[in-house]
């Protein structure tokens, strides 16, 4: 009889728990876990215009090498994204036609990127390669954290528009 409630009660614990998680992620929430924002439940706000400068934004990384490098590398997480990533969190600080230069830090038109040093190797001493620079074409929009070993867009390039979610709004957040 006990065994019985038991394998109730854990049962019905897990249920729970995955209804509970099924209804965030219907309503748009998520929880991230990477240093580059603050960890903890994050909203997907549904962006109802084109993505501007300053808007701090879901995106879904685009299929490509670069970015399954990056997974195997451990700079991304595994997610429901395309190429099976996790959405980026990351701010929008070059929208199409600006012009981007990386040196030892980020300039766009000309202005300094704040906190956007650019490092030759990653955390675990292997060599990473930063963005060439350049125009952001039609379409893209060129992303940044102020974390210093953020994998943003010093690395790895404007983005699609497409990728997108929406914009990212902290719940239930902390600062470790």
Known sequence: MR?????????????????????AWFCEFRFNLTPSEPLGLWRIILLNRPARNGDLVFVCPPESTLFHKALERGYLRR??????????????????GQHIKIDTHVTVDGTPVTSS???????NGRPVSPFSGGVVPPGFIFLHSPFASSYDSRYFGPV?????????????????
């Open 3 to 23: 065994r019985a409630s038991a394998i109730i009660i854990i049962t019905g614990t897990a249920l729970g728990f995955l209804a509970a998680v099924g209804t």
């Open 79 to 96: 997610g429901l994204c395309r190429g099976g990533y996790a959405p980026l969190i990351k701010s929008v600080v070059a929208t199409s």
């Open 117 to 123: 040093a650019v490092r030759k190797s990653d955390g």
């Open 160 to 176: 699609p528009v497409s990728g997108v979610l929406g914009l990212a709004r902290p719940v239930l957040v902390c600062n470790p």
